[in-house]
């Protein structure tokens, strides 16, 4: 799995950001900032996706 797809799947189990924050960090060996850059790119991406709906 990689790291988006943790992210989705976390909040889609209604996790809090800063708990997938913690769990993205632990699961995949990043830094605070790796680890939001990650979930900041998510955002992105869902953001994308709903515009195109």
């Given at each position: 799995?990689?790291?988006?797809?943790?992210?989705?799947?976390k909040f889609s189990q209604d996790?809090?950001?800063g708990?997938?924050?913690?769990?993205?960090m632990a699961h995949f060996d990043?830094?605070?900032e790796e680890a939001q850059?990650?979930?900041d790119e998510y955002f992105e991406i869902v953001e994308a996706m709903d515009g195109r709906k």
């Open positions: 799995m990689d790291v988006l797809d943790f992210i989705r799947d996790c809090a950001i708990t997938v924050l913690h769990l993205v990043l830094s605070m850059k990650k979930i």
